[in-house]
């Protein structure tokens, strides 16, 4: 048999075409998945890509991948359940910061500390994009919106303090303003065995005002390699990330260098330790009542 042809993006290419804004963010983090991907090598067949309600959900309806697009916030126990029962295949998950850390906020911390190997791949965009500008959970306080027009009273959330406090072993930030370093963090976000995390500012050129354009990114942008940030530093990592919203770090903030035991492995573990347990009492039982 010849070897199987090398990948390209276009593989990973459906013929449905976006509907996004023109010069929407989620176009680079939409290419940034094609290039992953098919550096990666796995074939279309063998990936689920789930995600659940927002501009950036539609995103798996243009990959050639098995897609999945959840009600609102649900992405990650779908995409849980996905891997428990396939754990073969490459999962991965996207959605907004609405999405993600509003009324899916709660799911968050689970899929943590599960540990399952998942990629979730989220678009801040600090805005309601799909439905009309409102404010998100990230948006900063004193941004104005079409229902908050004297601006936001509260705090916002921060995504990468909040997924680092949980525990989780891989985080990371991109910008489409940097397409190669986007692409290159989800290729090793998806190489990461275990729970990953990608926090992608993605521009809303609607509703977003000066600080979310691709502009505003390509000039404010701080690579943490370029500062010498040892992603292996945990108390580090969580000092950056209180920068948020005042600074745009990119790459990777954290990157536990002895990943700990996913869920789906160590599932399939006590399943061969019961599954043995029960050949054994089998045997016992064959030799006391022999038929």
């Known amino acids: 048999m010849s070897a199987p ?12 075409r976006p ?6 963010g989620d176009f680079g983090v939409l290419q940034s998945l094609y290039r992953a991907l098919a550096a990666i090598g796995r074939r279309p067949h063998e990936i689920a890509f789930v995600s659940g309600i927002g501009c950036s959900s539609r995103i798996p309806g243009y990959t050639t991948a098995y897609g999945f697009n ?14 428990l029962a396939r754990p073969e295949l490459l999962v991965l998950v996207a959605g907004g910061d609405g999405d993600g850390f509003s009324i899916g906020g709660g799911h968050v911390p689970h899929a943590v500390r ?47 303090l909040a997924v680092l406090s949980y525990g989780a072993p891989f985080v990371a930030q991109g910008t489409p303003a940097d397409m190669s370093g ?17 926090n992608v500012r993605s521009p ?23 500062l010498g940030h040892d992603p292996a530093d945990r108390t580090k990592a969580l000092a950056l990330a209180l920068e948020y919203g005042q600074s745009l770090h990119t790459g990777v903030f954290y990157r536990n260098p002895s990943p700990p035991p996913t869920y ?7 399943q061969a330790t019961l599954a043995g347990e029960a050949r054994l009492r089998a045997r016992v039982l064959d030799w006391l009542m022999p038929r």
Not at 5 to 16: M, R, V, W, Y
Not at 70 to 83: E, F, N
């Open 114 to 160: 599960r540990n399952l190997d998942l990629t979730y791949v989220v678009m801040d965009n600090q805005t309601y994009g799909l439905t009309k500008g409102q404010l998100s959970p990230t948006a900063p306080r004193g941004q104005k919106s079409v229902t908050s027009t004297y601006g936001s009273l509260e705090e916002p959330i921060n995504p990468l």
């Open 182 to 198: 986007l692409s290159a963090l989800v290729e090793e976000a998806i190489r990461y065995p275990g729970f990953s995390f990608v």
């Open 204 to 226: 809303c050129v609607t509703f977003g005002d000066e600080h979310t354009q691709i502009k505003w990114h390509k000039a404010q942008m701080q690579p943490l390699a370029a």
């Open 70 to 83: 959840t009600v609102h916030g649900r992405a990650l126990p779908i995409a849980q359940g996905i891997k």
């Open 5 to 16: 042809q090398p990948l390209s993006a276009k593989d990973f290419k459906s013929p449905l």
């Open 264 to 270: 789906e492995g160590q599932l399939a573990e006590r």
């Open 19 to 24: 509907v996004w804004c023109p010069g929407c």
